[in-house]
């Protein structure tokens, strides 16, 4: 019994040693056929390149060692370029997944690895790790974590045969996050601005932004979504908001990708320029050409106080004039250069103005004297109040003087409308000091603007007292609120033009036409 069982083990290990054998064979023959596919000589250029980098960085400092880098990176791409032209007969259909990683195997020697392009395209490139490894001892700090977040995407990626060219949205996410990481602790970085157009690339990417191709509007919005709860600061985020601001999520077949690529690409073109985070830290939203304007603002306003010092009165007037229509241009072309962003940046997610962010930008602003106000829809930028006084009124005339106090003094748009329902005797105030002026300089070069703002005044003080509220009181012979106001200004300003508008439609509200009778007189 134990001679048949010695027999039969002896007869398992002869046939699992043959086995093990011609596979052994097997796989030593797919070797060499791979082998053979390869020129060694012109792999081995590579391997020789290498050994010359790690001598050379060895007698480098750090700074040095970056500058290397990136010369190494071009002799590389070079040999590389050599190497496939060369191997311009490789393709996917000499491979097996087995001879596939046979290749890699052999190449990796090298430091070298196959890539599946497509249509059966293979190329022959550098280990996902090689330049991590290389020069992680040699360069400084920022170059190191650049190579290593390449190194490790490329590791990420699957190069194979099998793979698919794309990766998936929350991976370009992920490289999103990574560049704008590095770009935020090494803002002086060498590779700052290449690492930004890179991010910029990768956002367009993130975003769909190909007009010949139609995304999965609904299964990307999940993405998106996640994106912004999970990096609730990432400018990003902001891109994303108004990406969604502009497509159309109640029904995805209505969006034409043509025109979201166009308006998004003007969008990050705009907004995310190299040199944008510094801006943002500073509380400055404005877009690259705005931030030009306001430089050419700046400056002509300093050449302006200059030219002041040695002018008349009569030059300073005519200066205010000018400097005003120059201005005006200037502030025209920045709020419709950056009218999205003016209507949505600066409101929260309830849809209130941030305030903190409106304080930020404005003290920024400040700097050249200039804000941003809340008007109807949005915000628009203007000069400060006081702007043209404090630089005019030591040189102008006295007429020029008042106007310009006078103009300073103006109520803001949202206080405006507040004052006219709620605080009336701002108004009021507002409407009487325009009239003085009119009297005490009624040949003023200046007179047809104070007459506009007058009249505007003159109109929405007079509104109200053509509400159906006012004239029920009067049929009634009761008094309101507002009736007592209007009857107190009458008293208060006897000889003033608005008085006897007020005293018209006292005694003529029972006219049917009364309204357009009262606003023939505001005219």
């Not at 048949?4 to 796989?27: C, D, P, Q």
Request: with cysteine; net charge negative.
């Amino acid at each position: 019994m134990k001679k048949i069982l010695l027999i039969l083990f002896t007869i398992v290990i002869f046939v699992v040693g043959s086995v093990l054998a011609y596979k052994k064979i097997s796989y030593n023959k797919k070797e060499q056929e791979i082998i053979q596919l390869f020129n060694k000589e012109s792999l081995e250029s590579f391997s020789k390149n290498k050994d010359e980098i790690l001598e050379k960085l060895k007698t480098l400092d750090k700074e040095e060692a970056n500058e290397f880098y990136k010369k190494s990176h071009e002799i590389n791409d070079i040999i590389l370029e050599k190497i496939n032209r060369e191997h311009d007969n490789l393709s996917a259909k000499n491979f097996t997944d087995e001879k596939w990683d046979i290749a890699n195997k052999f190449l990796n020697k090298y430091d070298l690895e196959l890539f599946y392009i497509e249509n059966d395209e293979v190329i022959i490139g550098e280990c996902s790790d090689f330049y991590y490894k290389t020069f992680k001892d040699y360069v400084t700090e920022d170059y190191k974590e650049f190579l290593k977040i390449i190194s490790d995407e490329n590791m990420r990626v699957d190069h194979s045969i099998n793979s698919s060219m794309s990766i998936s949205l929350e991976e370009v996410a992920n490289r999103i996050i990574a560049r704008e990481n590095f770009l935020e602790k090494y803002p002086n970085s060498k590779l700052s601005e290449y690492i930004h157009d890179l991010c910029n690339e990768y956002r367009r990417d993130y975003l769909y932004l190909y007009p010949d191709l139609v995304p999965d509007y609904k299964e990307n919005l999940k993405e998106y979504k996640r994106f912004q709860e999970k990096y609730p600061n990432s400018p990003t985020t902001e891109l994303i908001g108004y990406y969604l601001m502009e497509l159309n999520t109640d029904n995805f077949e209505d969006n034409d990708n043509e025109a979201l690529t166009r308006i998004i690409d003007e969008y990050i073109n705009k907004y995310f320029y190299y040199g944008y985070l510094k801006e943002r830290e500073k509380g400055n939203y404005f877009s690259y050409d705005s931030n030009k304007l306001f430089e050419e603002f700046k400056m002509i306003k300093e050449e302006t106080s200059e030219v002041l010092k040695n002018s008349t009165q009569e030059e300073a007037n005519k200066m205010y004039k000018d400097y005003l229509e120059d201005n005006n241009k200037i502030l025209e072309k920045i709020n419709e250069n950056d009218y999205t962003m003016l209507d949505w940046v600066f409101y929260n997610e309830e849809g209130y103005p941030d305030k903190e962010m409106i304080k930020k930008q404005n003290e920024y602003l400040n700097n050249y004297g200039l804000e941003v106000v809340e008007i109807e829809e949005g915000f628009m930028l203007t000069e400060k109040k006081d702007f043209y006084y404090n630089i005019f009124k030591n040189y102008v005339s006295d007429d020029y003087r008042e106007f310009l106090k006078l103009d300073s003094e103006n109520i803001d748009y949202f206080g405006y409308i507040d004052s006219v329902y709620e605080h009336p005797e701002i108004l009021e105030n507002e409407l009487i000091n325009w009239e003085n002026f009119l009297k005490k300089y009624p040949d003023s070069e200046l007179k047809s603007q104070a007459n506009s703002i007058y009249s505007d005044y003159q109109y929405d003080y007079i509104n109200p007292l053509l509400s159906d509220s006012i004239k029920e009181a009067l049929e009634n012979g009761k008094t309101n609120e507002l009736l007592k106001q209007y009857n107190n200004f009458i008293k208060k300003y006897p000889n003033s033009p608005t008085t006897e508008i007020i005293k018209y439609y006292l005694e003529n509200y029972r006219e049917e036409d009364i309204r357009e009778l009262i606003l023939k007189k505001l005219d």
